[in-house]
């Protein structure tokens, strides 16, 4: 397998595709090609074990580590004992035909750990072999920075550095950032909105000299490895939901996907493309709706900052989405052409439209349907959860689960994609449900919000002072 840009501009391994973030064009990595599963192959696969599961779907894009080291790292990403449970990725029932995925069990109580589990593993391999080591560099609305830092804590050959938005995550997720004191992991406050943190990052990333000469790595969605490593959870949970219902391999189960930056959904779009029998893929936005808009009208039109509403689903909060240039890719046939002068439209204009185009007859045709919610439909659907099956539901998941219950098909299943533990939202919980809830937290994160923390502030024009910042503290 080899792995393109979608700017046209790099053919690489897939242990480079791992080390690059941005392309020099600005661009995404992207398989060349991508499997197709028959019936009988997804019979097989039907009745794996989530490690056997994600071997099976993982080597067909690993084209540089052998099986059995392949193997022992995603046995060593994915063990009851850093998620909790057997099944890494259990489904619950939450009505009828209603299931939700349970994707929170990792270390840091959200869906970035399967990911980035395995990406913190991949890199200390990849970089052993190389006898190097990487500076890692992400921006976070919250919960990406904080499973990026447990994915390579421990890792003497990795330092990350964390851009995140000062005051606009909640206490919990940002205590699990800020009370880590570990000397290779750099917390940075940055005075705006988490676009202002991602665009940093990708002024960075553009920056070939300064990228290379520090040796900067990247553990955010922009990375293909953990787009490839989420497609193995929607797999896991069609399967699931197909043995509890008695139903066919080739029986659809719909998926509800509450996504901000389109990285969780390309997964599901991608296993659906692979033949994972997926149906309809409903796409969850908060009032923060940038893609919502172009699933139904065709254009994508870049938010100003200041535009940006600060909701109780902040990992939703954003202006654009830095997956979502893959997902066009696709759209136009993968013609990087194209894909560069969208791209220049957003840069120069603000936005692109394709509305009257064959492209956007694509994108209808892709199985995507879009939806938003607001916050008293969070709530209501937060309360709705609790009331009738006793089991509490982030915001995020809120706002897959409300479309779900509103874009559901007869006969067809659906499922849900729960994407964080409520306890990281607890203010949020009790005002939904009521002051007198109970929120148990694992042991390791009592009284989180009280321990010592570590990190610097910086203004989000401080581009060079922050340039300065990494160059200081980076492993050479």
């Not at 792995?3 to 242990?15: A, K, N």
């Not at 750990?113 to 976070?140: P, W």
């Not at 936005?285 to 509403?309: A, M, S, W």
């Not at 979502?324 to 759209?331: G, I, K, L, T």
Request: glycine fraction near 6%; charge should be neutral.
């Amino acid at each position: 397998m080899r792995y393109i840009s979608t700017r046209g501009d790099l053919e690489v391994s897939f242990s480079d595709s791992v080390l690059w973030g941005l392309t020099p064009k600005g661009g995404l990595i992207v398989p060349r090609e991508f499997p197709s599963y028959s019936s009988d192959d997804l019979m097989r696969m039907k009745e794996m074990s989530y490690q056997e599961l994600a071997f099976t779907i993982m080597k067909e894009f690993v084209d540089d580590i052998p099986e059995n080291d392949l193997r022992e790292l995603i046995n060593k990403s994915y063990s009851k004992e850093i998620f909790n449970t057997e099944d890494i990725t259990p489904i619950s029932k939450i009505g009828d035909g209603e299931y939700i995925l349970e994707l929170f069990h990792g270390p840091t109580l959200a869906f970035k750990d399967i990911a980035l589990q395995f990406l913190g593993n991949v890199f200390d391999y990849i970089l052993e072999k190389m006898n190097s080591s990487t500076n890692i560099l992400t921006a976070t609305s919250g919960d990406t920075g904080s499973a990026a830092i447990e994915g390579v804590r421990g890792k003497k050959r990795l330092r990350i550095f964390v851009l995140t938005p000062e005051g606009r995550m909640s206490k919990f997720q940002t205590a699990q950032m800020y009370s880590v004191l570990d000397k290779n992991v750099f917390n940075i406050a940055i005075n705006g909105a988490f676009d202002d943190c991602q665009d940093m990052v990708k002024k960075i990333s553009e920056d070939n000299d300064f990228r290379e000469r520090n040796r900067l790595g990247y553990m955010n969605s922009i990375n293909w490895t953990r787009v490839l490593a989420q497609i193995v959870y929607y797999a896991k949970g069609v399967f699931e939901v197909q043995k509890v219902n008695n139903l066919s391999i080739d029986s659809e189960v719909d998926v509800a996907v509450p996504t901000g930056n389109f990285g969780d959904i390309l997964a599901g779009y991608y296993a659906k493309k692979m033949g994972i029998p997926i149906g309809k893929l409903i796409l969850a936005t908060n009032e923060n709706n940038v893609l919502d808009i172009f699933f139904k009208t065709g254009v994508y039109k870049i938010r100003k900052k200041e535009d940006v509403i600060v909701t109780d689903s902040p990992s939703m909060d954003i202006t654009s989405a830095s997956n979502f240039e893959r997902f066009v890719y696709d759209v136009v046939g993968q013609n990087p052409k194209i894909v560069q002068d969208l791209w220049r439209q957003v840069k120069e204009k603000g936005f692109f439209d394709i509305s009257g185009s064959e492209y956007f007859q694509n994108v209808k045709k892709r199985g995507i349907i879009s939806g938003s919610t607001l916050k008293k439909e969070r709530y209501e659907t937060i309360k709705r959860v609790y009331d009738e099956r006793n089991i509490i539901i982030d915001p995020h998941t809120a706002n897959g689960v409300f479309l779900a219950m509103k874009n559901k098909r007869k006969g067809v299943p659906i499922l849900c994609l729960a994407t964080a533990s409520p306890v990281k939202f607890e203010e949020t919980i009790k005002e939904a449900l009521g002051e007198d809830v109970s929120l148990e937290r694992p042991v390791k994160f009592k009284d989180i919000e009280k321990r010592e923390q570590k990190f610097i502030r910086m203004g989000r024009n401080d581009f060079e002072e922050l340039k300065k910042f990494i160059e200081k503290n980076a492993l050479k």
